[in-house]
């Protein structure tokens, strides 16, 4: 039998006399999702029995809500992968994901994928799901990622993204000595129109602001940390080298390999709050191998 995501409430006085329909929508379940109940095998349950949205709770009552099951996406199969997990609960899970992993399969990377090794060590907690990735990182860029287990879950997180309550902080070595000590690139980001990868500031882009700060700097490199305020692909690339300044490895956007073999650009510090939990979490990891060596390097 197929896992399923429930999500179980006792009705309390002031939600008494709620139509479910209401309930449910004050409680994160948007309209698609009750569309999806409806359809696609899941069901509400007032005191174990079915129920449509229309019944009018009342005080005491327990209402259940079965989500339907989630198959994973054809073609992505379970691949025995270690993880290094950061946090994990029935909800979510933080991964810190290593360099020359990407983060979902495609054509070029079929496999050896995170969504691989998560499926793996989903079926080894006999868990039902695909794969929600709410934080994606590109294939060389190491950190933490943020998953959602079921889509609801991934529902909530993804409207308090576009709220600015999940933050990202990221460490990076870029060529040249940036003068200012902190900043703020506010400049707008659009595809590139003769490449289906590469992105550019653009007058016609989406809106994209990158905080940074200096952490140290180096004869001919400065270690970054920088914040996200938006979350365009490629952000803090395309940006550090709009002003001049790509990173270390990123021959995409103009930096060489000479020092490091990959953009040497890392994930540090993630903060989210869990919707179902109530509660604020901010999960950090140590820079990884080949960065810290290339600091070590530069100091030297």
Same mark, same amino acid.
């Given at each position: 039998?197929?896992?399923q995501?429930?999500?179980t ?6 939600? /008494? =006399? ?6 449910l929508?004050?409680n994160?379940?948007? @309209? ?14 007032v005191?174990?029995?079915?129920v449509?949205?229309?019944?009018r709770?009342?005080? =005491? ?5 079965? #989500? ?8 992505? *199969?379970p /691949?025995?992968?270690?993880?290094? !997990?950061?946090? /994990? ?8 994901? +290593?360099?020359?992993?990407?983060? !979902?399969?495609?054509?070029?990377h079929?496999g050896g ?5 998560l499926?793996y ?11 929600h990735v709410?934080?994606? $990182? ?14 609801h879950?991934?529902h909530?997180? %993804?409207?308090? &993204? @576009? &709220?600015?309550?999940? *933050?990202r902080?990221?460490e990076?070595i870029?060529? =040249?000595?940036? %003068?200012?000590?902190?900043?703020? !690139? ?16 653009r007058?016609? =882009? ?12 180096f004869?001919?490199y400065?270690?970054l940390?920088?914040? $996200? /305020? ?5 952000? !803090?690339?395309?940006? $550090? ?5 790509? $990173?270390?490895?990123?021959e995409?956007?103009?930096? %060489?390999?000479?020092a490091?073999?990959?953009? *040497?650009?890392? %994930?540090?510090?993630?903060?989210? #709050?869990? +919707?179902?939990? @109530? ?11 080949d960065?810290?060596?290339l600091?070590e390097?530069l100091r030297?």
């Amino acid at each position: 039998m197929l896992s399923q995501f429930t999500l179980t409430w006792i009705v309390t006085k002031q939600d /008494e =006399g709620k139509l479910i329909r209401e309930f449910l929508k004050e409680n994160g379940i948007s @309209k698609t999702a009750l569309i999806d109940i409806k359809f696609h095998g899941g069901a509400i349950y007032v005191n174990d029995q079915p129920v449509t949205v229309r019944h009018r709770l009342g005080e =005491g009552e327990t209402l259940r809500v079965v #989500f339907p099951p989630e198959l994973p996406s054809e073609g992505m *199969a379970p /691949e025995a992968i270690p993880l290094d !997990i950061v946090y /994990e609960d029935e909800h979510v899970i933080v991964v810190n994901k +290593p360099p020359f992993m990407a983060t !979902i399969p495609s054509r070029e990377h079929p496999g050896g994928t995170l969504a691989n090794a998560l499926l793996y060590h989903y079926e080894k907690q006999q868990l039902t799901s695909t794969i929600h990735v709410v934080t994606r $990182l590109d294939r060389d860029t190491s950190g933490l990622v943020l998953i959602a287990k079921h889509r609801h879950i991934h529902h909530l997180l %993804s409207t308090l &993204q @576009k &709220q600015g309550k999940v *933050a990202r902080r990221y460490e990076a070595i870029c060529h =040249g000595r940036v %003068s200012k000590d902190e900043g703020t !690139i506010d400049a707008p980001i659009a595809r590139k129109s003769d490449s289906i990868i590469a992105r550019e500031v653009r007058e016609d =882009g989406q809106r994209a602001v990158t905080h940074f700060r200096v952490l140290q700097r180096f004869r001919d490199y400065t270690h970054l940390s920088l914040q $996200l /305020e938006t979350g365009r692909t490629h952000q !803090i690339r395309v940006h $550090l080298a709009h002003i001049g300044h790509p $990173l270390a490895g990123d021959e995409l956007y103009g930096g %060489s390999r000479d020092a490091i073999d990959r953009q *040497a650009l890392h %994930s540090k510090e993630l903060s989210f #709050f869990h +919707p179902l939990k @109530k509660q604020a979490y901010t999960f950090s990891c140590p820079l990884p191998d080949d960065m810290q060596q290339l600091i070590e390097r530069l100091r030297s």
